[in-house]
């Protein structure tokens, strides 16, 4: 049976109601990831709220990555419990970098602290690491598809995300892969848009495939020291080329 024991705030919006039922269902492990909420309809009467209230606030739930909604029958239908906090936060990271209100340099600079530690902690045996050599492989046949070296940026740009991401999964900290996705998220466009400022793209994209061959030898050399320094000069030397500056020191 589902309880319904929250001493609810009188002044909290009808669908927040329904939201922080939920978020109590999921704190006492009544609800868990794979998990259904009750019909729309049983949960409308058992929290005395509209049936829009709880429509409003799985929408939310949706958008945050906590739930997905299945409409219809059969196996698939009714809203079940999910985990995926990186679309959410990339999102929202996304909107906010958008209205300028956080700063890129700021957001580069955080990523280059998860990215360091990360690399530092990567065990040299990390299934992840089969993926990221298999990435550079990639990469390097991007640079010499054209016969010249040019590498396609997008492709390029794609390639760089995703190797990135391998690292930082390879660490084994959920949150640092999560934070780290949702990061590369918000600025991969901004960072592709930013390849209009350097000089000689061609010449970049050697210097970082290069680059992340240095950082993943490092790692499998198990010398997490390397891989974290090469790691921060690798990042903060793309988006110094590009304009990019670091705030200044307190």
Known sequence: MWSNHINYDVWMRTHQLVLHWIENQLSEGQLSVGGRLPAERTLAEQLKVSRTSVREAIRI???LGVVRAGVGSGPEAGTVVISDPTAALGSTLRLHVATQHLPVADIVETRVLLESWAAA?????????????TLLDEM???GHSSGDGAAPIDDFLALDVRFHLALADAAGNTVVSAMMGSLREAIQGYAGRLTANLPDWDATASRLRAEHHGILAAIQNNDGGRAAALVAAHIEGYYREAGVKRPPEA
């Open 61 to 63: 739930l949706e958008a």
């Open 121 to 133: 902690h990567v065990r040299p045996d990390a299934p992840e690491l089969a993926t990221a050599a």
């Open 140 to 142: 390097d046949a991007v």
